[in-house]
C-alpha cells in the first residue's frame, strides 16, 4: 500500500537512500546563475555540466542533490494539466562514469517499491525506440533491466525521439536515451481509450522520474559524437512524486500549496465562477505563478522591464489578472506568500525565511502598479469584436500594448478564454509599422541637430 509521506519528509528519504549508496551530496545551485546559458536553472543536471562533460573532476563519481528549478518557456500549459509547474524542486542522483544502466533502474525500482511503498501494478515505464537517421536502436538493454527488476514487457512502451532522446531543452550538449517511470493514476484521470499508455497526452500517466543514459554530446548542427564517458542522470520532480504520495488530484494540491490554497479560499470563496474549468485554471496558476516568484525573488531576481526580472514581472501580472476571473479586484498575492513559505518549512534556509515579509511587499508593490493597467485592458478586450471565424486582429492586441504597457501574450490568453484566437502576423505588421515611424523619426531628428 503507498504511503502518504510530506514532500520534507520524500527528500529525507531520497537522500538517505542514496546516501547509503554512497552517493555526496552537492549542494543545489543558485536558481539565477549569472553567464548562464538559462535565465533561471531549468533542469537538476544543469549545475553538473563540467562533470558530466569530463571539463572537470567530480567531488565523487556518485552525487546527488535537490536543485530548485523554473521554466517560463511554456507557462501557459501550466494549470491546463495535473503535472506542470513553473517551479519545482527536481531530486537527482548521478553517475559519472561509475554504474550502469542496470544499476540505475535497479535502485529506482527499489526506492520507488520498498521505501515509497508504490504499488508496483500501477508503474509503468518507457525506453527509447531508436531511430535510424541517429544510427541509434532499440534500448534493449533498458528493457532488460526493467525485466530483470521485475517489470513486466507489456508495461514497458518503446517511444521516439521526441520522448525518450533527452537534450537540454532540444539544443547542443550531453544528451543520451533515457528511460521515464509512470504512475497510472486511475481510469478517471485518463482519455477513454482502450490503447491509453504512457505517450497519451491525457492526465492518466504521471511521469515522476526521468532516468538519462547519458551518452553523447550533441554540437548546433545537430551531430552527436560519444561523450568521455557514460553517465547516468536522473531526475525525480518532487511535486509530482508528493502528488502520488499524498494522493491529490495535482501537483497544485500538495503539502506545499495547502496553506495558500486555505488562504486564497478565505479571499475568493470557491464555486465564484460559473465555469468549474475556468476557476481551476485560474486558482492553479495563481498558486503556481505566486510560488515561482518567491523562489525568484529569493534568489535575488525582482520584478523588472528587460532580462530575468521581466519574466518575474510576468508571472505577477498573469497572477493578478487570473484573480480578476475570481473576482478579486483588490491586492492580494503578497497575502499568500506567507502561507507559502510556512508550508515550504525546510526546504527554504533560515534567512530565506526572514525574507519573506519582504517579499510580499515586492509583489504587492508591482501588483499595484499593474492594476490600472489591468483595469483598463481587461476593459479594452471585452468590447473587441472577433471576425466570423473568431479571430481577434492582433493590430488591436499591438495598440492595446503600445498605449498602456499590457503585455499581449497576456491579452492573447484571456480571450482564448472566450474561444477566441489572435492573428498575429496583423501584430507583427503594427509592430514592425511602429518601428518604421520610430526609426524615421529619430533620423529627421537626428539630421535636425546636426544641421543646428
Same mark, same amino acid.
Given at each position: 500500500m503507498t504511503q502518504f509521506l510530506s514532500s520534507t519528509g520524500i527528500v529525507e528519504q531520497y537522500l538517505t537512500f542514496f546516501r547509503a549508496r554512497h552517493h555526496t551530496e552537492l549542494p543545489g545551485s543558485p536558481l539565477a546563475v549569472?553567464? !548562464?546559458?538559462?535565465?533561471? @536553472?531549468?533542469?537538476?543536471?544543469?549545475?553538473?555540466?563540467?562533470?558530466?562533460?569530463?571539463q572537470q573532476k567530480p567531488p565523487s563519481p556518485?552525487?546527488? $542533490?535537490?536543485?530548485?528549478?523554473?521554466?517560463? =518557456?511554456?507557462? !501557459?500549459?501550466?494549470?491546463? !494539466?495535473?503535472?506542470?509547474?513553473?517551479?519545482?524542486?527536481?531530486?537527482? /542522483?548521478? $553517475?559519472?562514469? =561509475?554504474?550502469?544502466?542496470? &544499476?540505475?533502474?535497479?535502485?529506482? +525500482?527499489d526506492l520507488l517499491l520498498n521505501v515509497f511503498k508504490l504499488d508496483k501494478e500501477k508503474l509503468w515505464v518507457t525506453v527509447f525506440e531508436?531511430?535510424? =537517421?541517429? /544510427?541509434?536502436?532499440? =534500448? *534493449?538493454?533498458?528493457?532488460?533491466?526493467?525485466q530483470r527488476v521485475g517489470m513486466p514487457r507489456?508495461? @514497458?512502451?518503446?517511444?521516439?525521439? &521526441? &520522448?525518450?532522446?533527452?537534450?537540454?531543452?532540444?539544443?547542443?550538449?550531453?544528451?543520451?536515451? !533515457?528511460s521515464e517511470i509512470f504512475v497510472d493514476r486511475g481510469l478517471a484521470y485518463g482519455c477513454g481509450k482502450s490503447d491509453c499508455q504512457p505517450g497519451c497526452s491525457c492526465d492518466r500517466f504521471l511521469e515522476i522520474w526521468n532516468l538519462v543514459f547519458m551518452e553523447y554530446e550533441r554540437f548546433p548542427d545537430g551531430r552527436l559524437e560519444p561523450l568521455p564517458f557514460r553517465n547516468i542522470d536522473t531526475g525525480m520532480g518532487l511535486e509530482r512524486t508528493a502528488s502520488v504520495l499524498q494522493d491529490t488530484e495535482s501537483v497544485f494540491s500538495i503539502d506545499l500549496f495547502q496553506p495558500a490554497i486555505a488562504r486564497l479560499n478565505e479571499l475568493a470563496s470557491p464555486g465564484i465562477v460559473r465555469n468549474d474549468g475556468v476557476e481551476r485554471l485560474a486558482r492553479r496558476r495563481i498558486l503556481d505563478h505566486v510560488r515561482a516568484v518567491l523562489l525568484a525573488e529569493l534568489a535575488g531576481v525582482m520584478p523588472e522591464r528587460d532580462g530575468r526580472g521581466s519574466n518575474v514581472?510576468?508571472?505577477?501580472?498573469?497572477?493578478? $489578472?487570473?484573480g480578476r476571473l475570481l473576482g478579486l479586484d483588490k491586492r492580494f498575492l503578497g497575502e499568500l506568500v506567507a502561507p507559502l513559505a510556512i508550508a515550504h518549512g525546510s526546504l527554504l534556509t533560515s534567512d530565506e525565511h526572514a525574507h519573506v515579509s519582504d517579499i510580499a511587499r515586492s509583489i504587492t508593490d508591482e501588483e499595484r502598479g499593474f492594476q490600472r493597467v489591468l483595469t483598463k485592458g481587461l476593459k479594452y478586450l471585452t468590447h473587441l469584436e472577433p471576425d466570423e471565424q473568431g479571430v481577434i486582429q492582433g493590430s488591436k492586441l499591438f495598440e492595446l500594448h503600445a498605449e498602456h504597457g499590457f503585455p499581449p501574450d497576456l491579452a492573447a490568453e484571456i480571450l482564448s478564454e472566450r474561444g477566441l484566437?489572435? &492573428?498575429? +502576423? +496583423?501584430? *507583427?505588421?503594427? +509592430?514592425? *509599422?511602429?518601428?518604421?515611424?520610430s526609426r524615421l523619426s529619430a533620423e529627421k531628428h537626428f539630421r535636425g541637430t546636426t544641421r543646428s
Open positions: 549569472p553567464g !548562464n546559458s538559462t535565465s533561471f @536553472i531549468i533542469a537538476g543536471m544543469q549545475p553538473l555540466l563540467p562533470y558530466l562533460r569530463g556518485r552525487l546527488m $542533490s535537490l536543485q530548485r528549478c523554473l521554466r517560463t =518557456d511554456d507557462m !501557459n500549459a501550466v494549470g491546463t !494539466n495535473i503535472g506542470k509547474n513553473t517551479s519545482f524542486f527536481m531530486l537527482g /542522483n548521478w $553517475s559519472i562514469g =561509475d554504474y550502469s544502466k542496470y &544499476d540505475a533502474i535497479e535502485m529506482a +525500482s531508436g531511430d535510424t =537517421d541517429m /544510427n541509434i536502436p532499440l =534500448d *534493449e538493454k533498458a528493457i532488460e533491466s526493467w507489456e508495461r @514497458i512502451v518503446a517511444l521516439g525521439v &521526441d &520522448d525518450n532522446f533527452w537534450t537540454i531543452g532540444g539544443g547542443p550538449g550531453p544528451c543520451g536515451p !533515457n514581472r510576468r508571472l505577477i501580472r498573469r497572477a493578478a $489578472s487570473q484566437t489572435v &492573428d498575429w +502576423s +496583423s501584430y *507583427e505588421f503594427a +509592430s514592425e *509599422e511602429h518601428r518604421r515611424v
